[in-house]
């Protein structure tokens, strides 16, 4: 089962940031918060990754809480191209060996003209 | 394109038929995932290759599915004797190993209809 729970559905106006809340009131220390993304008919896309600290890359922000059980993805100014279903899940590094990914049912973010 | 690649991506047969399915990792991505996706659903990880050795198997891999990773490049997926519970999307992912490494490119999938 997935270690995190998400809001089914969200909708974002276009060139607005769109914050997408996930809890994983259960995360291990050893544990990272990964954000992946599924627009329809394709395969999953990594976004994002953190383990404490604030992230930030080209695609989006991850600002997770100090006491780790919850995080939030943060879109800066979304685009129509960004309506997709967003997964949070909670998984160690793994150096050897699988890392599997237990994907939950995510967030369907609809992004509005 | 040197993204995950993934063959055919759609697929159709009656139940009773065996399939087969290819995946084309990443060049140089030692580890290999198959996960299968139903619809409304996340992905499922069904199984595990680091380079030609299958390390890893869910319970999901009932004994119909068998994967293989010859030479430690592409890998196939078999099911035999198909069944309709089998109709979902199955998909592939490769990463390279080592710490910093452990983001997921995955392909576009195959999506099997058993009628």
């Known amino acids: 089962d997935a270690k995190t729970t998400q809001p089914p559905s969200m909708d974002c106006a276009e060139g607005r940031a769109a914050n997408l809340p996930c809890n994983h009131s259960?995360?291990?220390?050893?544990?990272?918060v990964y954000w992946y993304r599924q627009i329809h008919s394709q395969g999953p896309q990594y976004i994002i990754h953190g383990l404490k600290n604030n992230e930030t890359n080209e695609m989006a922000s991850l600002i997770i809480t100090e006491d780790r059980k919850s995080s939030t993805l943060i879109l800066p100014h979304a685009t129509l191209r960004d309506t997709a279903v967003y997964y949070c899940i909670v998984a160690p590094i793994v150096i050897q060996g699988a890392q599997k990914l237990v994907f939950g049912q995510g967030t369907r973010l609809t992004i509005n003209p | 394109d040197t993204g995950v690649s993934q063959n055919p991506r759609h697929k159709i047969t009656k139940r009773g038929q065996n399939v087969t399915f290819r995946c084309d990792p990443i060049?140089?991505?030692?580890?290999l995932y198959w996960y299968r996706q139903t619809l409304g659903q996340g992905p499922e990880f069904l199984t595990y290759?680091?380079?030609?050795?299958?390390?890893?198997k869910s319970r999901l891999l009932s004994d119909r599915f068998s994967a293989e990773r010859p030479k430690g490049s592409f890998s196939t997926l078999e099911i035999q004797r198909t069944e309709q519970g089998d109709s979902a999307m199955y998909l592939c992912a490769s990463s390279p190993l080592g710490v910093r490494y452990n983001e997921q490119f995955f392909g576009p999938g195959t999506r099997l209809t058993v009628l």
């Open positions: 259960t995360i291990s220390g050893n544990e990272y």
């Open positions: 290759f680091q380079n030609e050795a299958q390390l890893e």
């Open positions: 060049s140089e991505h030692n580890r």
